[in-house]
């Protein structure tokens, strides 16, 4: 009994030592979970610290090498570079591997050649249907002093370009034919250490003021641009002036100038009817978030000096143009433009916009007929346009979506009588079509756009740095009583052929075959509105337009461009 007792006793003794030993031991490793766990927890964090440390690093590295400057995403509106893309400085070309060139800083030069077949087949900017296969050819050389003779800079930039193999007449179609010519030839005081000192950053705010011929673009090249893809380019002969440059937080450009007519088989002149002003604002200082440019524009015509039409043929020549024709192109106007452009890439995202809105205000003279002649009206317009895009980054073909819907106003003028209402076509100064329509069809006037695009990257084997971008586009006009200058200026004045200018697809293929070669692939396709079915129906169109053409036209294109340098 008393045995029994003891064993009892001490197997309960073993028990609860064993009890407590596997408690204190619980106890232990929950204190050493425990520890682990803040350590971990607190080494991740220094994990964390360390990696938005270093994104922060990279971040300043990169607004210390960019400024304050954020390149816009939005399509078609990268402006053309000062000087243009194709010009080198020449000790960064292949003239380097020559002593005599190694150390050369201060010469730029530049040569570019291209060659663009196309396809159009029943061409709407035609006003009756067609096959036409042209092939555009244009040649540019650039040559650029700077650095050496500080603060005097100098540049000449010729072009030619011809046209070949059209049914068109290439004696009065500027668009496509300006035989050799200055695009610009202007002399240069540039200070890079001005008076206006240096931005927060430190970097340098350079003042230059340049006079002579002139090309370049602003904004988003809706207004004022070079034309990169027209085979002829926009440009001006008077004095421009900057402060700043694209990596401050701010810069202010302002310009005094006149258009140049350009002529086929003749010397370019400065067009003495017009004179354009312009000031233009970036501020970047909230470039993470915004870009903002505030502008204003001064366009004054004088009708009595206007001697020419856009094609370079004298009014006074009645094989071109009618006297009707010439009394409503010698008019009198005074159109100011105001507007603000706002983009950027919200932070921490993919998303980018780009919108604007631009306001137009003045007078004009309007010709009515021989027995009451000229009456001024008010000019009112407006235009806007806004696009929203989002990349993925992550994607190796980095693809972008976007939508964007843009308006400029149209007139609305009386079915029949005199029109002694206000103008309210806005104008499209001198701007680049394209961004619009991929088979130039549509400009900045009277129209109402909706887009859906997407740009990519894909990864060929063989190639790099190919960028392929298509979309799809729904086009009206803003106004039915108005034209469609691109379409031949067709118009039905009483409004009854609707708004529906029609629908268009296009795909365009970009690759470099090398450093001195580049390839360029399109094609668009152009399904036609009621309006354009029904307007070349109505009051004098038939006399003009083919009323039995096809209802969509198709628009092929191949470019090869070579570079000297």
């Known amino acids: 009994m008393h045995l029994k007792k003891i064993t009892l006793a001490m197997a309960a003794t073993g028990l609860w030592w064993a009890t407590g030993i596997a408690g204190i031991s619980q106890a232990y490793a929950a204190e050493d979970t425990t520890s682990t766990q803040v350590e971990d927890t607190e080494q991740k964090k220094k994990v964390e610290a360390r990696l938005a440390e270093i994104k922060a690093e990279e971040k300043a590295a990169a607004k210390a090498a960019n400024g304050y400057y954020v390149e816009r995403r939005s399509y078609g509106t990268q402006k053309e570079t000062e000087p243009p893309r194709y010009v080198k400085q020449l000790n960064k070309t292949w003239l380097k591997d020559y002593d005599a060139f190694a150390d050369v800083d201060w010469l730029d030069v530049g040569l570019e050649y291209r060659a663009r077949y196309e396809y159009r087949d029943n061409d709407f900017r035609r006003p009756r249907e067609n096959l036409d296969e042209p092939l555009l050819l244009r040649t540019r050389a650039y040559v650029g002093l700077k650095n050496i003779l500080d603060p005097f800079r100098f540049a000449v930039e010729a072009q030619d370009s011809r046209r070949n193999n059209s049914d068109y007449t290439r004696s009065n179609d500027t668009r496509d034919v300006d035989k050799a010519d200055f695009v610009q030839a202007y002399l240069e005081l540039y200070f890079k250490d001005s008076i206006f ?23 988003d090249r809706r207004l004022i641009a070079r034309n990169e893809w027209r085979n002829t380019t926009n440009t001006f002969q ?46 970047r200082r909230w470039s993470e978030y915004v870009t903002i440019q505030p502008y204003y524009f001064l366009l004054r015509q004088n009708g009595d000096d206007v001697v020419y039409d856009t094609n370079g043929n004298s009014l006074s020549d009645r094989r071109f143009i009618t006297a009707a024709a010439q009394s409503q192109a010698r008019i009198d106007r005074e159109i100011h433009t105001g507007g603000i452009r706002v983009f950027g890439v919200l932070p921490g995202t993919q998303w980018d916009y780009d919108a604007s809105y631009v306001k137009q205000w003045g007078d004009q003279q309007r010709f009515i007929s021989n027995t009451i002649g000229y009456v001024k009206v008010d000019h009112d317009a407006f235009a806007y346009n806004a696009e929203v895009g989002y990349t993925f980054n992550k994607l190796s073909w980095k693809p972008r979506f976007s939508t964007s819907y843009g308006v400029a106003s149209g007139d609305k003028s009386p079915a029949t009588g005199n029109d002694l209402t206000d103008n309210g076509r806005f104008d499209r100064l001198f701007g680049f079509a394209r961004p619009w329509s991929n088979n130039d069809y549509i400009q900045m006037e009277n129209i109402r756009a909706a887009k859906v695009r997407v740009e990519f990257d894909p990864k060929v084997p063989f190639l790099d740095n190919v960028k392929v971008d298509t979309g799809f586009s729904w086009y009206q006009l803003d106004d039915a009583s108005d034209r469609w200058a691109a379409g031949a200026n067709l118009r039905d004045r009483t409004g009854s052929s609707g ?67």
């Open 238 to 283: 008077g004095v421009r002036a900057n402060i700043g440059e694209k990596k401050n937080d701010w810069q202010l450009e302002a310009f005094a100038v006149q258009p140049v007519q350009r002529f086929t088989d003749k010397l370019d002149e400065v067009d003495h009817s017009q004179n354009f002003y312009g000031v233009i604002g970036d501020w």
């Open 197 to 219: 000192g240096k931005d927060d950053l430190g970097n340098s705010r350079p003042f230059w003021v340049r006079g002579g011929r002139l090309a370049w673009e602003s904004l």
């Open 499 to 565: 708004r529906d200018l029609g629908k268009e697809y296009d795909l365009r293929v970009r690759f470099p075959i090398n450093q001195y070669a580049a390839l360029n692939l399109g094609y668009a396709h152009f399904w036609a509105g009621d309006f354009v079915q029904d307007a070349v129906k109505t009051g004098t169109n038939p006399n003009t337009f083919d009323q039995n053409r096809s209802k969509s036209s198709d628009f092929f294109y191949t470019e090869l461009t070579l570079y000297g340098f």
